[in-house]
């Protein structure tokens, strides 16, 4: 059994992805496996990676429903280890990163998940930014810090084991963007604590050159009405397992509501909060629009 899966989903990013599994191959033990998960691209992941030879390193098709999350949910279903570790087919992981979570007594063997920095690139401007959680230390993220502290996207260097991934449902195919928030509320829900690596682990790019023929990025491209709709849908599905007082349900319904003040669908963001209880809260979050409503003007 392989000792990790580095898992990279991609779709028609031809160049990215090959500059993706390069460092994966980089990043992954000997021991470890390289899945690279095709969501029906138009030339073929298998073809695009053909010239590579690496016992680690295979290839699988989605050959259900197109999107991200399936895809993902796919790779997990095949991957051989236990050890799971998220790759984007737009970004590159360091070389170090999978010895680092998987070193004696590193978090791997304390965690059940995790997340790192990033180093920021920005294509547009070739500039390169270290992007760190300043309230964190290396270790396990406290049960008391803030809900964005808690939160981590898939570019994050994230990290899972496959037995709770597969026990909080995975990743959810309804959810075209905020899939990794979504997943991260149902492991804070069960009490699961992630680690915190302060060292980056990935690299992150950003604002890829239209001229490049590869796609756009994912939650830039997605229609504001169909992105909001996904926040929406992050809240209302997690809603019930916190607690009314919980800081990550304000977390979730200030942030829905903020997009949609800065999207203008503030009488969308108003009827949410009405509709919310008890009351004392609905008349909060009311007033928390309101405020974001001036602001935004």
Not at 81 to 102: A, H, K, N, W
Not at 186 to 195: D, F, K, M, T, Y
Not at 218 to 240: F, Q, W
């Amino acid at each position: 059994m392989p000792t990790c899966t580095i898992i990279i989903p991609t779709h028609n990013r031809d160049d990215l992805l090959i500059r993706a599994v390069n460092s994966a191959m980089q990043a992954c033990p000997i021991d470890g496996e390289i899945l690279v998960v095709d969501d029906k691209s138009t030339v073929p992941a298998a073809k695009v990676l053909s010239w590579k030879v690496d016992s680690r390193l295979r290839t699988a098709v989605n050959t259900g429903p197109k999107g991200a999350a399936n895809t993902r949910n796919l790779g997990v279903r095949l991957a051989r280890s236990e050890l799971i570790f998220f790759l984007d087919d737009d970004d590159e992981m360091l070389p170090d990163y999978c010895g680092r979570v998987m070193a004696p007594c590193g978090p791997a063997s304390i965690a059940e998940w995790g997340f790192s920095s990033v180093i920021e690139f920005r294509e547009d401007l070739a500039t390169e930014n270290w992007r760190q959680r300043k309230r964190l230390a290396r270790g396990m993220v406290p049960r008391a810090a803030r809900p964005k502290d808690m939160i981590a996207a898939i570019s994050e260097g994230f990290w899972i084991r496959k037995t709770i991934f597969q026990a909080v449902g995975g990743f959810d195919p309804q959810q075209s963007i905020d899939e990794d928030t979504d997943l991260c509320v149902r492991l804070v829900a069960l009490l699961s604590q992630p680690w915190y690596e302060p060292k980056p682990g990935t690299i992150v790019h950003g604002a890829h050159r239209p001229s490049w023929k590869e796609g756009a990025q994912l939650t830039a491209s997605t229609p504001i009405v169909k992105g909001l709709e996904c926040y929406r849908r992050t809240h209302d599905k997690n809603v019930a397992s916190l607690a009314p007082s919980s800081p990550l349900r304000w977390f979730l319904a200030t942030r829905y509501m903020r997009r949609a003040v800065k999207t203008g669908q503030v009488d969308d963001a108003i009827q949410f909060a009405k509709k919310q209880a008890p009351w004392l809260y609905a008349q909060m979050l009311t007033m928390y629009v309101k405020i974001k409503q001036l602001k935004h003007r």
